[in-house]
């Protein structure tokens, strides 16, 4: 009955920015641990950042500085807003919900993020 849906991708020159957003169908205070991954052509895919329940973050080293992981647990609704993107920055963005001891791993499908320099 869990699902991921992110919007809020698209094109952007360097130096711009997006805010992309993920909604759950499902209660957020179900999920200890939501966060952002990113799959860019021919790479594995990578941590971008992580969100506690309670608030606490995590980012990778690539977008330290530039990015912002927050989350509403009222509106179910997660965001990553995105400042100085760079064309490195280009990929895939997936959202990433996980239940209590890891026991379920929910994926939404992806939003396109291309930035041209």
């Known amino acids: 009955q869990v699902q991921l849906v992110e919007s809020g991708g698209g094109l952007v020159q360097a130096g711009g920015s997006l805010r992309l957003s993920c909604a759950a169908s499902g209660s957020m205070f179900s999920f200890n641990v939501m966060g952002w991954y990113r799959q860019a052509p021919g790479k594995q895919r990578e941590l971008v950042a992580t969100i506690t329940r309670p608030g606490g973050t995590n980012y990778g080293d690539s977008v330290k500085g530039r990015f912002t992981i927050s989350r509403d647990n009222a509106k179910n609704t997660l965001h990553l807003q995105m400042n100085s993107l760079k064309s490195e920055d280009t990929a895939v963005y997936y959202c990433?919900?996980?239940?209590?001891?890891?026991?379920?791993?929910?994926w939404g499908r992806g939003t396109q993020v291309t930035v041209s320099s």
């Open positions: 990433r919900a996980e239940t209590r001891n890891s026991r379920y791993i929910y």
